[in-house]
């Protein structure tokens, strides 16, 4: 079993920082693409980031310059650090991976989700 944990939400004034983390455990042999989505109220959900297992990055243009993804492979863990936070940027955010469990298929697994709020 293949858990994504979420971890670093909470609620910031505009123009400040936020880190979350996620760590994956579990039953996991490779972790491929690993990816950071938003989702607001009423709203589909986005991606925001993505990161590749080489380290390769790439934004959704709304946080491009402010947000930063990266991973720690020894761990299993993708962090999303988020500077100059604008109160649009309030949302559920949720890590997503690309996990090869060593038995049976490639699977894409969700974290929980944890709550983003920036107050203006």
């Known amino acids: 079993q293949v858990q994504l944990v ?17 760590a ?10 690993m990816r950071w989505y938003l989702q607001a109220p009423g709203r589909q959900r986005d ?9 390769v990055t790439d934004y959704a243009d709304s946080v491009q310059g402010r947000f930063t ?11 999303l650090q988020m500077n100059s936070l604008k109160p649009e940027d309030t949302a559920v955010y949720y890590c997503n991976a690309d996990i090869f469990p060593g038995r049976g298929p490639w699977g894409q ?8 709020t920036v107050s203006s």
């Open 47 to 55: 991606v925001v980031a993505t990161i590749t297992s080489a380290g």
């Open 109 to 116: 697994y969700w974290g929980q989700g944890t709550q983003v």
């Open 69 to 79: 993804i990266s991973r720690d492979n020894a761990v299993n863990t993708v962090y």
């Open 24 to 33: 994956a455990s579990g039953r996991i042999l490779t972790i491929s693409t």
């Open 6 to 22: 979420e971890s670093g939400g909470g609620l910031v004034q505009a123009g400040g920082s936020l880190r979350l983390s996620c």
